[in-house]
């Protein structure tokens, strides 16, 4: 299974950009990237997806590498609600398996 | 649309005690998974399901059982507790066709203890 390597914490401002990166350098062509994000207590949602093209939702964008080596949720105007663990994981084609690392620890900062 | 349930919220059993902890959708989603999540780490796939009657096995599926009756429905037992399996367990599901191209969603998770 392919693996995602993403910094253990990071830290924002309110109302500033965020770029959480995440390097995933052994991706196959048939690998999609997602990114979903867990608040405390609860259980993980669903952020942003992609393949190959940069996507842009309500909720973030997602910019992916031209070689797919890596990519960078983006949130766009961070608020204190956005505070939670965000992974990004390589779903492969025909293994139906979704592989959690341990994520990015985002803190807003007032 | 009540989404993925969950039951029960919290559980405490003893050391040799079994127990099943249900989780059901109301999404139609062919696609379930067990998760368990132990303090300050992400979550591991534990067993999941791509249909009624088709189960297989995840990262860590030692002293767990499945089984998928229904579509509706993917209960995980633990046939024999140990306090290595203390830990939250999270249920998601989702449509299976194209299912790398759609979101999983997490039930609200069974907080177990095991003494």
């Known amino acids: 299974d392919a693996k995602t390597t993403q910094p253990n914490s990071m830290e924002s401002n309110e109302e500033e950009p965020v770029h959480l990166p995440c390097n995933h350098s052994?991706?196959?062509?048939?690998?999609?990237i997602h990114w979903y994000r867990q608040l405390p207590s609860q259980g993980p949602e669903y952020v942003i997806h992609?393949?190959?093209s940069n996507v842009n939702n309500r909720m973030a964008s997602l910019a992916i590498a031209e070689d797919r080596k890596s990519s960078t949720l983006i949130l766009h105007r961070a608020t204190l609600r956005d505070a939670a663990v965000y992974y990004c994981?390589?779903?492969?084609?025909?293994?139906?398996?979704?592989?959690f690392g341990t994520g990015t620890r985002l803190k807003v900062l007032a | 649309n009540a989404g993925v349930t969950q039951t029960p919220k919290f559980q405490v059993l003893k050391t040799g005690q079994s127990m099943t902890l249900q989780c059901a959708q109301d999404?139609?989603?062919?696609?379930m998974s067990w998760y368990r999540q132990d303090p300050g780490m992400g979550l591991r796939l534990i067993h999941y399901?791509?249909?009624?009657?088709?189960?297989d096995q995840g990262e860590v599926p030692n002293g767990y059982n499945v089984s998928r009756s229904t579509t509706e429905d993917f209960p995980l037992r633990l046939l024999s507790a140990a306090p290595s399996q203390t830990s939250v367990y999270f249920c998601?599901?989702?449509?299976?066709?194209?299912?790398?191209?759609?979101?999983?969603?997490f039930g609200p998770g069974t907080r177990l203890t095991v003494l």
């Open positions: 998601a599901s989702s449509y299976n066709r194209d299912y790398l191209n759609n979101e999983q969603f």
């Open positions: 052994t991706i196959s062509g048939t690998d999609y």
């Open positions: 992609g393949l190959t």
């Open positions: 994981i390589l779903i492969t084609s025909g293994t139906y398996k979704y592989i």
């Open positions: 999404m139609n989603h062919e696609y």
């Open positions: 399901s791509v249909g009624a009657g088709i189960t």
